[in-house]
């Protein structure tokens, strides 16, 4: 895909001034990630420059993800560089193997691909465990770590706060040997949870807190879902992604703003893992940006899952939510939503994108896209009182119209009319509003593709409700025909035939939460969820509709864009799922 129409931004300006001034010309790259020694004998990178997306295996990837996912990605693309796909697994809790799964395809189906020629970039933090124990120790040699044993209350006093500098912990003089001795000791499963952690040795009244002895590796004994019961001490993030993106030889390693106060961390670690010689010079660097934050809906894996474990959805799939695997069943392409975060951009400036931006970006590309169908969603039967006696009882006209009426190199869609037929109840009135030109007594309408016919009236039930419409058929205006223009009328409605229409069910969503900002200034989620987010209803579409494979596309004329479900919809059983409405009527 072309990556050319998007406009230039900050990062952009960014990597650009680094090609021209050759910042990272230097770096050698050994085929797979490493120390500097294993990068030093190799050949000079033929990567211009290489990103990374690096999540974390802990839930399934959303809307938000995709922003940075099309921007590394296509960084990388641009600028014939690689991107790496980095499973950023360094917590054994809450992390498994679907969800890494789930993650690979949801990259995959993006359009974007970690495979470059022969090499596979799809990495592990967790294979980096044992240099990463390394670094620790040589940082502990360097006098820049140490093995801290106040209790966790007390850790948290001492850090102070933004108005009081911290307090030097009573363990922070303590020798080189005793640390590596401690440290020792935590990772040979000596102590126990909590009972200490490993430091870094900075500075107790930094402005900056992040800089106030950041811890490195904290003590939990689980079992990870990579390295089994290999290790009992864990590297915290602040620690583990730097050196992840040094030992991949990332150039520009971009992440959100939340992360801007962590970089003088980022810098710090990297300059004294260089100056030792452990990694390979020049270090990466970190450069932020706004994270996307998107009206009306959630994106926190936590969040998320909470709806999905707690049951207010159906799934991590479920077409509601704003993951991929539920935007893919929504009826999303990969290229809708390539093309969304074209039109958000990046930035460097929090803001919230509203939802309308996500489904017009939806709208635009199924204009183009979208076989049309006729369906029929809240059915009510038209009787054609006088087809025996124009036609025969039995009698199926043959209709067809296009597959898409702008590209007539799609051909044509075939379907037949008989006597009775399906309308949706909201085409007839017993007592025609003003400026209602569809079905009521004595008026004229096309039934599109087919014939005008005039409405003669209406059978009720008990309850006063109209059960079947009755109306005759114009038997010389068939459209296509020369008679097709001698009568003039000012409706045109949808219908389907009962002799070839095919139940189906079919799902209407509205948005899952009424608020902008669901849960927004600590309020609970859960009361902002709309009760009205999924409406099912079994209607009739054509044959052509029902026949499609999962995931067919389809604008089902006057009622909006659909999608055939990618797990339910088959042989004998039409689902369909609305992905959007024809018009934008989020705000009305
Ligand atoms: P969550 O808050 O949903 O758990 P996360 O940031 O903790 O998200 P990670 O798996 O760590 O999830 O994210 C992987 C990458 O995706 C990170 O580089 C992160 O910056 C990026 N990312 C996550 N959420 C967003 C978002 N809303 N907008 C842009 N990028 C995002
Ligand atoms: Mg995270």
Redesign the pocket.
Known sequence: MSTDAAPANFLRHIIDNDLAQGTYATRRWAGSPGDASHHAQANPDPAKIRTR????P??HL?I??A??ICLNFGLAQRYQGVCHLRL?DTNPERENEDYVRGILEAVRWLGFDWQRGEQNHLYRASDYFAFMYQAACYLIEQGLAYVDEQSPEAMRQNRGDFSRPGVDSPYRQRSVAENLARFAAMRAGELPDAAAVLRARIDMASPNLNMRDPALYRIKHAAHHQTGNAWCIYPMYTFAHPIEDALECITHSI??LEFEDQRPFYDWLLGHLTQGGLIQSPPPGQHEFA???LSHVV????KLAQLVHEGHVQGWDDPRLPTLAGLRRRGYSAAAIRLFAERIGVSKADSWIDHDVLEGALRDTLEAEAERAMAVLDPLPLRLTNWEEVFGADHIEPCSAPVHPQQPERGQRAFGMGATLWIDREDFALQPPKGFFRLYQGNMVRLKYGFVVRCTGAQLNAQGEVTEVHAEVLPETKSGTAGASAVKVKGVITWLSQHDAVPATVRLYDRLFHAEQPGSGGGDMLLDLNPGSLHTTQGYVEPNAAQAAPETRFQFERHGYFVADQLEHGAGNAVFNRAVSLKDTWKK
Not at 53 to 56: I, M, R, T
Not at 299 to 302: A, E, I, Q, Y
Request: charged share 30%; glycine share 10%; with cysteine.
């Open positions: 997306f690096p999540p974390e802990n839930g959303h938000g993800h922003k940075s950023d992440c959100t994270r996307l934050n994106t926190s894996k936590r």
